[in-house]
């Protein structure tokens, strides 16, 4: 960075976030329905209720985790890595 006025250095960091409206979701959940879309490849894990706090703590990882669905049935208490479809097997 090259110093400012007055001999300064200034940092400037962007983010950009985006929240989904009511109507998004209620077109993407009935997509997935439907299956019209395929979720399995952003799919990373699995959880039960009880694991519901250590999946956000997984999500804080993007290297392991993007996507943790929460599966009210399962007994797991922390995040159960899904299996990957590999292409072409």
Known sequence: MSPGRGGRVAAVRSTVQRSYTPL???VTLHM???GKVDATPIVTGSVGLPGVEHAFEALEDP???AKILIDPTSPAAAP???PRSVPGR
């Open 24 to 26: 998004e979701f209620r």
């Open 32 to 34: 997935l329905a439907e």
């Open 63 to 65: 290297e392991t985790h």
């Open 80 to 82: 159960v890595i899904a």
